[in-house]
């Protein structure tokens, strides 16, 4: 049977988190992140998956409510977690936009040393200039630059990984490329895995094609079984041309899990997460981000506004933008109109991440669906509580899992790279 990969999402400064539950804690305390980083371990998961924030958002001119009390460094988080756990994977989300290969390929060897071979990369980009203005270079990158210089990011940092020998022998290295001209000695050892995991997040066809020339697992998100089937599809054939094998690339959806005792009371769970995710002034806030426009004048229990959005609209900065603010906003507008919805019950059902819910055995089976027809490898799995938000999870569905012989009962290996089934890189010398 085909194994299926299972990793934990720190549900910290997002829309996801019910920060009015109150069983809802820090998103700081390094409590919170060992409390969800042991639990993952408890359960057999492949690894612990943090997110990056590198300035904090603004809304309107206003620091963006969920980010109020700070954003933390995700590999400083990491390597105090690489204390507390012995197995688990821990991947940390760096931008190769506003980073440099040298410093971030020995932060990240440091930390495979450290947690003995655990440590992972999800590369991302950048083409926003309001993050850059927290950087010396400032401004930003067209969308094709920043994927080719993510590209050379990852290859510079694997040609820094293998200056050292598996001998322990180092090497003077040099590179000289379009973005990065660097020479010198590399400070840290070949690491455990030879070369930390390396994760790409997006679903764009510029993505999709790095995913499949640089990546080891690709974080994505579609929202059925039939758009799961079509993305693993499509990626997986791409990754020929590269001369790799579909085994070399883990594709891993990031999703969320209600359950209830029973299939209608996950149901009402549900429903009544989304609603506490989505308040009233949430859903305004999330539909000034596709129209650029004020609109709190708006009540959020009537109709979407008649104008139509504002393209070049700079009132929301530090989020990922909108590619197609007019299209996106015709497909608001047909939701809502097919569906008789205020701008509220739309933000719900919009917004809403792929979720599977139902009682555990619902859950597991379909969980197991998806892996078993080629839907996804595994899951990135984002709770809605923080910390405890994957207990329930762990408790209840792995177990059923495990009786399937759909996903481990114990780990096989001591590396990250061989919780995914990933070979060791062969040494280039």
Do not use: C
Request: charged letters at 25%; proline letters at 5%; glycine letters at 8%.
């Amino acid at each position: 049977m085909k194994q299926m990969h299972l990793a934990a999402h720190f549900p910290g400064v997002n829309s996801t988190t019910v920060w009015t539950d109150p069983r809802s804690r820090s998103q700081i305390d390094f409590s919170s992140f060992e409390h969800l980083a042991r639990t993952a371990e408890r359960g057999k998961f492949d690894f612990f998956f943090l997110a990056e924030g590198l300035r904090l958002r603004e809304h309107n001119g206003r620091i963006h409510d969920l980010d109020v009390v700070g954003r933390p460094e995700s590999l400083t988080v990491l390597n105090a977690l690489a204390a507390v756990t012995e197995r688990l994977g821990l991947a940390a989300t760096v931008n190769a936009t506003f980073n440099e290969p040298y410093e971030l390929a020995r932060r990240l060897a440091t930390l495979d040393h450290l947690s003995d071979g655990r440590a992972a990369w999800n590369v991302v980009t950048s083409s926003d200039a309001f993050t850059g203005e927290n950087f010396r270079r400032g401004g930003y990158l067209d969308r094709a630059d920043r994927y080719t210089r993510a590209a050379e990011f990852v290859s510079t940092a694997r040609e820094l990984w293998d200056s050292w020998t598996p001998e322990g022998d180092s090497r003077p290295f040099a590179h000289s490329g379009q973005h990065f001209d660097i020479s010198g000695e590399f400070t840290v050892p070949r690491s455990p895995q030879g070369h930390p995991v390396v994760i790409q997040a997006g679903d764009s066809d510029e993505g999709r094609e790095f995913a499949a020339s640089a990546a080891d697992v690709i974080f994505t998100r579609h929202g059925t079984l039939e758009a799961g089937r079509r993305f693993y599809a499509d990626v997986k054939a791409r990754l020929a041309k590269y001369g790799r094998q579909p085994g070399d690339l883990k594709i891993m959806p990031g999703v969320t899990v209600v359950l209830g005792d029973t299939d209608a009371e996950a149901q009402q769970n549900a429903a009544e997460i989304r609603h506490q995710q989505v308040s009233p002034q949430n859903a305004i806030l999330a539909l000034e981000q596709i129209w650029g426009r004020d609109l709190s004048s708006y009540d959020p229990d009537g109709p979407l506004p008649d104008i139509d959005p504002d393209p070049a609209s700079d009132l929301v900065q530090g989020r990922v933008r909108v590619a197609d603010p007019l299209a996106a906003a015709a497909r608001w507008r047909e939701l809502s109109e097919a569906k008789g919805l205020s701008i509220r019950q739309t933000a719900i059902e919009a917004t809403a991440r792929q979720s599977f819910i139902g009682s555990p055995a619902t859950v597991a089976a379909e969980l197991e669906t998806f892996v078993a027809t080629d839907a996804a490898d595994g899951f990135i799995l984002v709770p809605h509580l923080t910390p405890g938000g994957l207990d329930g999870f762990v408790d209840r569905v792995v177990p059923l899992l495990q009786e399937r012989g759909a996903f481990r009962t114990e780990y096989t290996g001591s590396t990250l790279r061989s919780h995914l089934g990933l070979a060791r890189p062969v040494w280039k010398s």
